[in-house]
């Protein structure tokens, strides 16, 4: 399973997948899972976009929803500002099986 983001073994900064450099490779990155604090390493490949991957253990579904949790917080955390598409918010007048507008 992919997974793009780890936290550093030391610092427990969030380590994006795409940042990773030619010399934080494998295991170099020193990087656990968010999810099970498993070893992680990082990958890519002419066919394969960076990511992380666990090193010697089946990552679960908990892992990648921690994993995006994690980048979703990071992502609104350093956002400045966040455009969102405009919603009309005016009153619609429904009733309920009595017949009274709510």
């Known amino acids: 399973m992919k997974i793009p983001v780890g936290l550093h073994i030391d610092t ?3 380590l994006l997948a795409h940042e990773v450099t030619e010399e934080q490779r494998g295991l170099k990155c020193h990087c656990v899972c968010p999810g099970c ?3 992680l ?3 890519w490949g ?3 976009k960076k990511h992380f991957a666990h090193y010697r253990q089946v990552a679960t ?3 990648n929803e921690s994993a995006l949790h994690l980048l979703g917080k990071y992502v609104l955390s350093t956002q ?3 455009l969102l598409k405009a ?5 619609d007048p429904r009733s309920d ?3 009274d507008q709510h």
């Open 41 to 43: 390493q990082a990958r």
């Open 37 to 39: 604090g498993a070893r």
């Open 46 to 48: 002419p066919k394969t």
């Open 80 to 82: 400045t500002f966040i």
């Open 97 to 99: 099986m009595l017949g």
């Open 12 to 14: 427990n900064n969030i």
């Open 61 to 63: 579904q908990g892992c």
């Open 87 to 91: 919603v009309d918010l005016t009153p």
